[in-house]
């Protein structure tokens, strides 16, 4: 797969004759002011968004390549959230390999801050069904919006896996006599042998200006206790004087013991409300809400034996040890959106962020081991400029 991948690629963005476009998107942070209980205000300045991504087409090829310029670099091949082709050579068919998003979400950005599902958060959020980038995956898509829908099935994997010796036995990070965590590696293909991922996504187009989406989402990996799985419906409804987007999620979740985040077993709810008014050709407004709910029951720990030696588990997890944890984050957040240009506007806004935590059984704790600012709240002003080119 792996080889494929690099062939395709090579193949699509080198040929003399392909046509070739680049896309671009960059949010400035112009001034915002954030606030969380308990802790000083303070000012941020500087890039939200930076992403550029190049596409090449020619036939019924397209290959495409988006970097993730405002990640995490320092990671081997991070740089690329997606680099893959895709041909289109079956009617009604569409097939693509490579590395990218699965999609199986209704994801849609919200006033001044991202989703839930993507990260943006003040306070911090629990779940593990995120926004599923930078997987190596393949696809088969089927239909389009002239036949009234698409669906898309993906066979993925994670583009980092767990070290493991000959028999399986996962490679366990040290630090002295405490195990800190699994020791991972950087693939550009996955294996099955070590992991399984599927995805599906439907979206329905028959409704005038409304389109309906389900998503299916399973995954497994070999320390995983239990494969995680997620059910997902959204709708977005757009004229060209409103738009309306909603996005529901339900997912149950599991780790192994050292992965990162680790979790026994986490089961959460997200829904997602908002829409976006057009007062005129220059002038618009936002109004964005959202909710998260987790119960997340950590793994009791306890000391591994690696070569005849003993470890004891790194005081964070024994700290976390057996746990179980509910969590409720909401937020409301509003903005005025000017225009600048047809690719280009500039966006002032607030937003007010609530997380609501407990420790088995017992509410209003100021610290909760691996919950971040337990039982505060959160303000943020904020003004950004955004361009697409």
């Known amino acids: 797969m792996k080889s494929l991948i690099f062939v395709f690629l090579f193949l699509c963005i080198n040929a003399y004759s392909f046509d070739t476009s680049v896309k671009g998107f960059i949010a400035l942070d112009a001034l915002n002011y954030e606030k969380i209980q308990s802790k000083n205000g303070y000012a941020v300045v500087g890039i939200g968004v930076l992403d550029l991504k190049v596409f090449a087409e020619q036939d019924n090829m397209t290959a495409a390549l988006k970097l993730d310029l405002d990640g995490n670099l320092a990671e081997e091949n991070n740089i690329f959230e997606e680099a893959y082709a895709t041909y289109r050579g079956v009617k009604d068919f569409r097939f693509s390999l490579g590395k990218g998003v699965v999609k199986f979400q209704n994801l849609h950005w919200g006033a001044v801050e991202n989703t839930y599902l993507d990260g943006?958060?003040?306070?911090?959020?629990?779940?593990?069904?995120?926004?599923?980038?930078?997987?190596?995956?393949?696809?088969?898509?089927?239909?389009?919006?002239?036949?009234?829908?698409?669906?898309?099935?993906?066979?993925?994997?994670?583009?980092?896996?767990?070290?493991a010796d000959?028999?399986?036995?996962?490679?366990?990070?040290?630090?002295?006599?405490?195990?800190?965590?699994?020791?991972?590696?950087?693939?550009?293909?996955?294996?099955?042998?070590?992991?399984?991922?599927?995805?599906?996504?439907?979206?329905?187009?028959?409704?005038?200006?409304?389109?309906?989406?389900?998503?299916?989402?399973?995954?497994?990996?070999?320390v995983q206790p239990d494969p995680s799985i997620a059910i997902d419906f959204g709708l977005s409804y757009e004229t060209p004087e409103l738009e309306i987007w909603m996005d529901t999620l339900a997912g149950y979740s599991s780790k192994g013991m050292y992965e990162k985040y680790s979790t026994r077993r986490l089961t959460e709810y997200f829904i997602q409300?908002?829409?976006?008014?057009?007062?005129?050709?220059?002038?618009?407004?936002?109004?964005n809400t959202e909710a998260l709910y987790t119960k997340n029951q950590q793994h009791t720990f306890?000391?591994?034996?690696?070569?005849?030696?003993?470890?004891?588990?790194?005081?964070?997890?024994?700290?976390?040890?057996?746990?179980?944890?509910?969590?409720?984050?909401?937020?409301?957040?509003?903005?005025?959106?000017?225009?600048?240009?047809?690719?280009?506007?500039?966006?002032?806004?607030?937003?007010?962020?609530?997380?609501?935590a407990e420790k088995n059984g017992q509410k209003n704790l100021s610290y909760i081991p691996g919950v971040f600012?337990?039982?505060?709240?959160?303000?943020?002003?904020?003004?950004?400029?955004?361009f697409w080119f």
Do not use: C
Request: overall charge positive; hydrophobic content about 30%; cysteine-free.
């Open 373 to 386: 600012n337990a039982n505060k709240e959160a303000f943020k002003l904020s003004s950004s400029v955004s």
């Open 120 to 163: 943006g958060s003040l306070l911090g959020t629990d779940n593990n069904f995120r926004k599923a980038s930078k997987k190596a995956f393949a696809s088969v898509g089927y239909g389009h919006r002239s036949r009234g829908f698409l669906n898309i099935f993906t066979f993925f994997g994670e583009s980092t896996e767990i070290d």
């Open 302 to 356: 306890s000391n591994v034996t690696i070569k005849s030696t003993t470890y004891t588990p790194d005081s964070a997890l024994v700290e976390k040890s057996g746990q179980t944890t509910k969590s409720l984050n909401y937020k409301v957040e509003s903005a005025v959106k000017y225009k600048i240009s047809k690719s280009a506007f500039v966006t002032v806004g607030g937003l007010y962020e609530r997380k609501i």
């Open 166 to 222: 000959e028999q399986g036995n996962p490679y366990y990070m040290t630090s002295g006599t405490k195990v800190t965590a699994y020791k991972t590696k950087t693939v550009t293909a996955f294996s099955t042998e070590k992991q399984t991922g599927f995805a599906n996504k439907l979206e329905l187009y028959q409704f005038n200006n409304l389109t309906l989406t389900q998503g299916l989402y399973y995954y497994k990996n070999k």
């Open 273 to 287: 409300l908002g829409g976006e008014k057009f007062l005129d050709e220059t002038w618009s407004v936002v109004l």
